[in-house]
């Protein structure tokens, strides 16, 4: 029987809805054989993960996923695999990315609310742990039935999380603010430090953008080769985009680069199950699906 991996969900201590034991269960039940664990800035789920891991019998990949800004209208993220995730001083770095996020935070409330949505830090930092992210934000304005009314005049019917992120909270967008974060190299060498493999995320959605009439993707390519110039070791050829036919593309043009320059290649959902960021985990629904033999191929290069 062939064996399928996903390399890349998050659990609640970024910006998933599950406890990292309830998505290592997930995984197992799917069928799956491998799964990644991958939140943003953060490592805290790695401990609970690995040992439901072990209890049920399912590998856990650990992994974060490190945010990073290559220039002001630009945001990367950047999947560290295999890193040394118990490391006391790699540990205290990212709770300083945690509280630079929470900074953040405080920035997008109050612009949010010079806007007229209701929404106060002091909520949002309890729905979290540790780390604040968009979907997180998105859904207090959403669920918050004091915002209904300014959300139907918007919107024109209430948004998804998807929706009001795309209106909002992504950069150019009126409640956006930059944290002072890792620009790519600084986090390609923290991973490295740590003994990871750095892996562009979702090449998909940061290096692909999509006309709106024609519906054609233009690939941005040059990107990635600053980001090869930076240390970059690999990209997550195997990540969605918004229908079949566009990740059919993507996949292919992805597979062909890494193939061309010899690169690692990860792949994963990018599931949350909170809001409505990534696809289900494993793919399913999708047809998607990502063999074992990627997770061998990485742990391959993690040992040179
Ligand atoms: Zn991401
Ligand atoms: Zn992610």
Not at 164 to 184: C, Q, S, V, W
Not at 191 to 205: D, F, T, V, Y
Request: aromatic share 8%.
């Amino acid at each position: 029987m062939k064996k399928y991996i996903d390399l890349h969900a998050h659990t609640y201590y970024s910006d998933g809805g599950l406890s990292p034991a309830a998505v290592v269960e997930k995984a197992k039940k799917i069928g799956l054989s491998a799964v990644g664990i991958a939140d943003h800035d953060s490592v805290s789920g790695l401990s609970e993960a690995t040992s439901a891991g072990k209890k049920i019998g399912i590998e856990v990949v650990p992994a974060t996923e490190i945010t990073c800004y290559p220039s002001e209208k630009r945001e990367f993220h950047i999947l560290g695999y295999f890193i040394d995730w118990k490391n006391k001083t790699f540990q205290s770095f990212l709770k300083e990315l945690q509280t630079q996020r929470e900074q953040q935070a405080e920035k997008v409330v109050a612009s949010l609310n010079e806007l007229g949505y209701l929404i106060n830090l002091g909520d949002l930092k309890s729905l979290t742990r540790g780390v604040i992210g968009k979907p997180h934000i998105a859904w207090m304005v959403i669920n918050d039935l004091e915002n209904k009314k300014k959300l139907l005049e918007d919107f024109g019917g209430i948004p998804t999380a998807s929706d009001f992120i795309r209106k909002y909270l992504i950069t150019g967008m009126p409640a956006h603010h930059r944290r002072e974060a890792l620009d790519p190299k600084d986090s390609i060498d923290l991973i490295h430090k740590h003994g990871g493999l750095a892996i562009l995320a979702h090449p998909s959605w940061d290096l692909v953008s999509k006309d709106s009439e024609s519906g054609k993707l233009t690939f941005d390519d040059h990107y990635l080769a600053e980001l090869l110039g930076n240390g970059l070791d690999g990209i997550e050829v195997y990540s969605h985009r918004d229908s079949e036919e566009d990740t059919k593309l993507c996949v292919a043009h992805y597979e062909k680069i890494a193939k061309e320059k010899g690169l690692a290649v990860s792949g994963g959902s990018d599931y949350h199950g909170f809001s409505s960021t990534g696809k289900e985990l494993g793919f399913v629904g999708f047809y998607l699906k990502i063999p074992y033999q990627v997770l061998d191929d990485l742990k391959l290069r993690s040992k040179k």
